[in-house]
């Protein structure tokens, strides 16, 4: 998944310096917003985990691109809009490694498989670390732009990756009914973190790189 050009400037970015002028290493968590989390009426309720979790994908993508394209004057725009992605995009990891990520490492019979989630556990770390400095950056600054631009171009690639690559790989590892119970266990967790607002972030993150299972 992490390309080798890709993942190198990855860990580059880790080990810069952001300007403490205009942008914090860790900041207040935005205020929980519900645009990223309205039910499509036009869909059908249930899905499964593979259909909630490029739902979400799809809703990212598009806000991150918004966020990413605000000038320094749009200062309201960025607010509402870190503040529906923000925790969007933090709970949308936590489900994927408390729920999805186990579930495929017990199905998992490669090494490719194996090698695949620990990809998919390293980019996340790459996008918490760029998301943390995103939301710890002033509104108004060109480094908020910077960063969201950043974050924009981590999501999308790991989105990508895992649609093209992991996704149909866990098809065929878990049959449909697998899938409908994990979506209905990650929708369910989904809700609760959302009401409850206590949502794993950046600090405590390097506790769940390691995958559940391993192949021998």
Known sequence: MIRSVFLGWDLAFVGTSVSRSSCRTSGTAPALGEGMTKSDPSKKPAKDAL??????????????EKLSESTERAVVTRKETLAEVGPALWIHMQIEEDIFYPAFERAMKKHDDEVMSLEARAEHQAAKT??????????????????????????????????????????????????????????????KLLASGKFRRAENATAHIHPAATIS
Do not use: I, W
């Open 51 to 64: 259909s909630l979790l490029t739902q979400e994908h799809t809703e990212a993508r598009e806000a991150l």
């Open 130 to 191: 760029a998301l943390a400095r995103l939301e710890g950056c002033e509104l108004d600054s060109t480094e908020f732009r910077a960063m969201a631009k950043v974050v924009n171009d981590l999501v999308h690639h790991h989105a990508s990756e895992e649609e093209k690559e992991m996704f149909p790989r866990a098809r065929k590892l878990m049959n449909q009914e697998e899938l409908a119970e994990l979506g209905a266990q990650m929708a369910a967790a989904k809700e």
